[in-house]
């Protein structure tokens, strides 16, 4: 999360804190009425290995939010657990390393300027699989079919996707073949512009 939070800081100069699943829940939201936007992120461990019942804060504070939020990868799988979809270890042959062209289904909010087919990272081994009821889908890649979706009449939304790695991703093996193309950054943008 500390790239997430330099990289929406060098866009916006916003203020923003960094908590932990364990930290936050719907009070946590009432307790501070200043937050205006929530970004998830998560972590690398494999979703079969985990008890979700630790989780159990957050995806209240998922569901219960007033303001904005965007799930990054893991966060991305949480909002929809939260939400009663289903997430499961990718298909053999369905991961994602590098830069990849998305294929947007349905223009929101979230992809707002955007081309049909944006290139952003990924670096996931997890996907959503079963998209909860009450979303909608909003971008897709070859081997990820739910890349990025959004809850109906709210704007939540999920990204499989690391927007916040736009051009070189942590390692300079996983550079953007065309830089020019890659567009992340302006996904987190449009999503900024939303919290206001």
Known sequence: M????????????MEFMTKRYYEVNAKFLEEHPEITGIILGGCNSNWDDIYFDIYEGEMEMIREAKVPILGICAGHHLMAI?????????DF????????????VKKSLLTEGLSENPYVFE??????????EN????????????????????????????????VEAFDPMFKAS????????????????ICE
């Not at 939260?82 to 990718?90: N, Q």
């Not at 997890?126 to 998209?131: G, K, P, Q």
């Not at 889908?137 to 916040?164: D, Y």
């Not at 065309?178 to 512009?193: E, T, V, Y």
């Open 93 to 104: 042959g369905h991961e994602e390393r590098f830069f990849t062209e998305m294929q947007v």
């Open 82 to 90: 939260a939400y009663g979809g289903g997430v499961r270890r990718a």
């Open 178 to 193: 065309d830089p020019n193309r890659a567009n992340g950054n302006a996904i987190l943008k449009n999503f900024l512009s």
């Open 135 to 166: 979303c909608e889908l909003l971008m897709a890649s070859p081997k990820t079919k739910i890349q990025s979706f959004k809850v109906k009449g709210e704007n939540k939304f999920g990204v499989q996707f690391h927007p916040e790695l736009d």
């Open 123 to 132: 670096y996931h081994y997890c996907a959503v699989y079963e998209l909860p």
């Open 2 to 13: 500390k790239q997430v939070g330099e990289t929406l800081k060098v866009l916006s100069g």
